[in-house]
T-cell receptor
């Protein structure tokens, strides 16, 4: 079955540590996105990529980094520069002409600073 | 500033009642998306509205889009407990960008 897989489901980060969240899709979608969701709030765009080897900052990119070396994969690194990383992170993908279907979301990674 | 505003933010309703959730947006997008999120879970696509006047229905939920008024509604008919969730609307920042702005969500609780 086609889908989008995020791992791990839960992640704990110590102060000053970098962590990487995985996002893999087998939908053959061109575009991939990372959103952050804080409790009781909507989603905010961190980074997005519309094509391999290219990505753009979203609204809250500071303290995060991404790569897009393969069409299927779009990992997100939360660096020590991100001062308040505790949140629910959602990866999504869409066709380049994504309007007809909207986003497909992964199951999310819940990151907690300990 | 581009905005997507939903109201109400919280909605508690009795089973069997009808209600409408509103989504106002400030972008020039002519497409709007509705998603459902259960507690602790990811987002599930409900409706994709692609043009002015579009209306989609699935079970007890019906969504409509008025691009001139920059307004979408999600109407709930004869609510049941299983509809309890948070509902988000989302729009493109501008047509063809495929970078969505999400509303803050409407948390719906249906009381038995």
């Amino acid at each position: 079955d086609g889908g989008i897989t995020q791992s791990p489901k839960y992640l704990f980060r110590k102060e000053g540590q970098n962590v990487t969240l995985s996002c893999e899709q087998n939908l053959n979608h061109d575009a991939m996105y990372w959103y952050r969701q804080d409790p009781g709030q909507g989603l905010r765009l961190i980074y997005y990529s519309q094509i391999v080897n290219d990505f753009q900052k979203g609204d809250i990119a500071e303290g995060y980094s991404v790569s897009r070396e393969k069409k299927e994969s779009f990992p997100l690194t939360v660096t020590s520069a991100q001062k308040n990383p505790t949140a629910f992170y959602l990866c999504a993908s869409s066709q380049w002409t994504g309007a007809n279907y909207g986003y497909t979301f992964g199951s999310g990674t819940r990151l907690t600073v300990v | 500033e581009l905005k997507v505003e939903q109201n109400p933010l919280f909605l508690s309703m009795q089973e069997g009642k009808n209600y409408t959730i509103y989504c106002n947006y400030s972008t020039t997008s002519d497409r709007l998306y509705w998603y459902r999120q259960d507690p602790g879970k990811s987002l599930e696509s409900l409706f994709v509205l692609l043009s002015n006047g579009a209306v989609k229905q699935e079970g007890r939920l019906m969504a409509s889009l008025d691009t001139k008024a920059r307004l979408s509604t999600l109407h709930i008919t004869a609510a049941v407990h299983d509809l309890s969730a948070t509902y988000f609307c989302a729009v493109d920042r501008a047509s063809g960008t495929y970078k969505y702005i999400f509303g803050t969500g409407t948390r719906l609780k249906v009381l038995a």
